[in-house]
């Protein structure tokens, strides 16, 4: 079947650092994708992995790892406008994307 | 660039009734998604379209939904004999051929009373 998981909520404080995992199983994988959403928004690109290893692009950081079924969104330097859901979603093979149901993350003084 | 465009973006509808989203992707995309969003869920894939052909449709899509591109740019999204289970976010999303990188619209919130 197919199955994505990431922890429904995480709180951490403004200035540090914070760690979002995600596991998947799908039926196909072409990718996995990093979106963040606020609320009431529509979801916004943050990154791609295609390749096992870390991509870094500023704050954010993602990194694959494909035998285990395995991401994470690395976020630094925490800001309070970084308070969103974060979407972690595979693409499978042809055109269909899987996403997980989202962290929460809210970002505290 | 002006971004994916949908319209509109809230309907409120009685149970029964049919309604039609639009949806303008960014102009030279020829990919298009729709999704829909529940409270505290990510977007279900519904269908894709590669210009005016629908490629791919979920099984999620009932026979009382329909989704079309007639030209290969904007799309429209219809519900037949809307239920309480119908109310959601519906999302639509665009993309360049060869680019994974989805761009998504603001939504259009459907409410069925």
């Known amino acids: 079947g197919q199955n994505i998981d990431q922890p429904t909520e995480m709180t951490a404080t403004e200035g540090a650092i914070v760690q979002i995992n995600c596991t998947y199983q799908?039926?196909?994988?072409?990718?996995l994708f990093w979106y963040q959403q606020h609320a009431g928004e529509a979801p916004t690109f943050l990154s791609y992995?295609?390749?096992?290893g870390l991509e870094e692009k500023g704050r954010f950081s993602s990194f694959l790892s494909r035998s285990k079924g395995y991401s994470y969104l690395l976020l630094k330097e925490l800001q309070m406008k970084d308070s969103a859901s974060y979407l972690c979603?595979?693409?499978?093979?042809?055109?269909?994307?899987?996403f997980g149901a989202g962290t929460r993350l809210f970002v505290k003084a | 660039d002006t971004g994916v465009s949908q319209d509109p973006r809230h309907k409120i509808t009685k149970r029964g009734q049919n309604v039609t989203f639009r949806c303008d992707p960014i102009?030279?995309?020829?990919?298009l998604y729709w999704y829909r969003q529940t409270l505290g869920q990510g977007p279900e894939f519904l269908t894709y379209f590669q210009n005016e052909a629908q490629l791919e449709k979920s099984r999620l899509l009932s026979d009382r939904f329909s989704a079309e591109r007639p030209k290969g740019s904007f799309s429209t999204l219809e519900i037949q004999r809307t239920e309480q289970g119908d109310s959601a976010m519906y999302l639509c999303?665009?993309?360049?051929?060869?680019?994974?990188?989805?761009?998504f619209g603001p939504g259009t919130r459907l409410t069925v009373t």
């Open positions: 979603a595979v693409k499978e093979g042809g055109f269909k994307t899987i």
């Open positions: 999303a665009s993309s360049l051929e060869g680019q994974p990188k989805q761009y």
């Open positions: 992995n295609v390749l096992d």
């Open positions: 799908t039926s196909g994988f072409n990718g």
């Open positions: 102009s030279e995309h020829n990919r």
